[in-house]
Nanobody, 125 residues
Framework: EVQLVESGGGLVQPGGSLRLSCAAS????????MSWVRQAPGKGLEWVSA????????YYAESMKGRFTISRENAENTMYLQMNSLKPEDTAVYYC??????????????????WGQGTQVTVSS
């Protein structure tokens, strides 16, 4: 059974940092491209960042560039999102998503096959 379990969310003040983790099981992790996608209250899904199967390629949404860093540790079946300089508008449920591909790196949430349950990130003073 494919499982993606996010952790590391919480309440943080503006300007603060959080590190999200996504633990994967039930599939061959290094055969999959991975992404982080978020959903703010009352809004649709927003793609955040993506990383290729071997970590060799990474993409970021424009508003996250320079603040967020995506990474993965295939030996640990885990993906991470380091979030710095957090803003109130970063408040959302953050999901990790996986898609079986070794070529290409989708940025559309609908292209990802498997999803976790999400972790809440709240940026507020």
């Amino acid at each position: 059974e494919v499982q993606l379990v996010e952790s590391g969310g919480g309440l943080v003040q503006p300007g603060g940092s959080l590190r999200l983790s996504c633990a994967a099981s039930g599939f061959t992790f290094d055969d999959y491209a991975m992404s982080w996608v978020r959903q703010a209250p009352g809004k649709g899904l927003e793609w955040v960042s993506a990383i290729s199967w071997n970590g060799g390629s990474t993409y970021y949404a424009e508003s996250m560039k320079g603040r967020f860093t995506i990474s993965r540790e295939n030996a640990e079946n885990t993906m991470y999102l380091q979030m710095n300089s957090l803003k109130p508008e970063d408040t959302a449920v953050y999901y990790c998503a996986a898609d079986p591909r070794l070529v290409g790196l989708p940025t559309a949430p609908t292209e990802y096959r498997y999803w976790g349950q999400g972790t809440q990130v709240t940026v507020s003073s």
